[in-house]
């Protein structure tokens, strides 16, 4: 069964800092990964989805890697502001069509 | 389009009682997800289609759950005589279900169920 660890559970920086939030999970046979940001009382808006074939994807100030050989997945957010501020949830995709989710990272840019 | 809608956002209900909770997925899209969200978990896995086909159920998925996707397009979520263990955020996604990005999830604003 793919179990996805999500650490830190909370981080609280200043603003501006660069970051990095950490994702693993126990089965490397996955179709893709994703990362999802949730805010307090919200849906799930998705931020980046890395295919399994890939390696990393960008978007704006956020990219994130993917090595699946050693189930390990990490987003960076580079120069973090205030509005960074939510839950940050990886996912993945595996050949049993369903997602799994870990539990999360609770995200606080201090101004 | 705007997206995976979800209705009701938010429900209370008296235990015992029956609800039923809507999903209308991004229309183009033939794969819709149920998962369960409780407070300070990552979302858990229900069940899925594949346009009306209910393909995959969890465990989680108890006899006094159950979902339909009549046409293939919307899909809703009943829970029967329900106990308070069921409040919880109850979330929709749907995926395209081909090509590249078949798989890439999009997800509701979910409903909110609080079970007195």
């Known amino acids: 069964k793919q179990e996805v660890t999500q650490i830190p559970a909370a981080l609280s920086v200043p603003e501006g800092e660069n970051l990095v939030l950490n994702c693993s999970f126990t089965?490397?046979?996955?179709?893709?990964l994703q990362w999802f940001r949730q805010d307090p009382g919200k849906g799930l808006t998705s931020l980046l989805l890395?295919?399994?074939?890939?390696r990393e994807q960008t978007s704006g100030r956020l990219n994130a890697s993917l090595d699946k050989s050693s189930g390990r997945s990490t987003l960076y957010i580079a120069a973090s502001q205030p509005g960074d501020s939510a839950t940050y949830l990886c996912?993945?995709?595996?050949?049993?069509?369903?997602?799994?989710f870990g539990a999360g990272t609770r995200l606080t840019v201090k101004p | 389009d705007t997206g995976v809608s979800q209705n009701p956002r938010h429900k209370i209900t008296k235990r015992g009682q029956n609800v039923t909770f809507r999903c209308d997925p991004i229309?183009?899209?033939?794969?819709l997800y149920w998962y369960r969200q409780t407070l300070g978990q990552g979302p858990e896995f229900l069940t899925y289609?594949?346009?009306?086909?209910?393909?995959?159920k969890s465990r989680l998925l108890s006899d006094r759950f159950s979902a339909e996707r009549p046409k293939g397009s919307f899909s809703t979520l009943e829970i029967q005589r329900t106990e308070q263990g069921d409040s919880a955020m109850y979330l929709c996604a749907s995926s395209l279900g081909y090509g590249t990005s078949a798989y890439e999830q999009y997800f509701g604003p979910g409903t909110r169920l609080t079970v007195t």
């Open positions: 289609f594949q346009n009306e086909a209910q393909l995959e």
């Open positions: 229309s183009e899209h033939n794969r």
């Open positions: 089965d490397s046979a996955i179709y893709n």
């Open positions: 996912a993945v995709f595996g050949d049993n069509n369903d997602m799994r």
């Open positions: 890395i295919q399994s074939s890939q």
